[in-house]
């Protein structure tokens, strides 16, 4: 079964701490994004890596941190200089083929709590 | 200036009636694509149908099609026959050929919440 696999599904994190969220997918893709939906909002970009050992901020990277070691992996760090992190991530990813035919598939999301 | 505007935050539509989603976008780029995604309360995006900026022809997938106008920049999705299942957050999404952030980035609208009611 190909798909991208996110976990954990629910996480709590005190203030002060810094947290890791696991993104992995089987698809064989490039690109990896990982986006951020706060309630009643649509989905803004942290990060996105187009290639192993490379990635680049999107809208919203301050007070995260990634990794790009596996082309399968990309973890998200949410770090404790991230003020407001309570919010549910989306990672996703896709074919780097040609702009006009690569579709972003997502995971199922992780929901973080800051308690 | 939004990129995507979706102005309805949420709608209504009786069971097996059909239903029209509204989404506007702004773009200065000949090349652009133009997705629509559902998200159920399970909170996964899933992709339903996508458009190219080229394409002559509206893009249809089963019950959903695009009803693509470029001169108004307008991508609303109309889904057939609704379905209980159907009820969700639905999100219409651009990729700009030249998002100056990585031309694969997509930027989506604020979403529409549509409740099937049977």
């Known amino acids: 079964d190909g798909g991208i696999t996110q976990s954990p599904k629910y996480l709590f994190r005190k203030e002060g701490q810094n947290v890791t969220l696991s993104c992995e997918q089987n698809l064989n893709h490039d690109a990896m994004y990982w986006y951020r939906q706060d309630p009643g909002q649509g989905l803004r970009l942290i990060y996105y890596?187009?290639?192993?050992?490379?990635?680049q901020k999107g809208d919203i990277a301050e007070g995260y941190s990634v990794s790009r070691e596996k082309k399968e992996s990309f973890p998200l760090t949410v770090t404790s200089a991230q003020k407001n992190p309570t919010a549910f991530y989306l990672c996703?990813?896709?074919?780097?083929?040609?702009?006009?035919?690569?579709?972003?598939?997502f995971g199922p999301g992780t929901r973080l709590t800051v308690l | 200036a939004q990129k995507i505007t979706q102005t309805q935050p949420g709608m209504f539509v009786q069971e097996k009636e059909a239903v029209t989603l509204d989404c506007t976008y702004d773009t200065s780029d000949q090349s652009y694509g133009l997705f629509w995604y559902k998200q159920p309360s399970s909170g996964e995006m899933i992709f339903l149908i996508y458009?190219?900026?080229?394409?002559?022809q509206n893009a249809t997938e089963g019950r959903y099609s695009l009803n693509f106008q470029k001169a108004r920049k307008s991508a609303n999705l109309v889904i057939s026959a609704s379905q209980l299942g159907d009820s969700a957050m639905y999100f219409c999404?651009?990729?700009?050929?030249?998002?100056?952030?990585?031309?694969?980035?997509?930027?989506f609208g604020k979403g529409t919440k549509l409740s099937v009611i049977p």
């Open positions: 996703a990813s896709n074919t780097l083929l040609g702009f006009s035919t690569d579709t972003q598939y």
């Open positions: 890596s187009q290639i192993v050992n490379d990635f």
């Open positions: 999404a651009m990729r700009e050929a030249y998002s100056g952030a990585g031309s694969y980035q997509l930027t």
């Open positions: 458009q190219g900026s080229y394409d002559e």
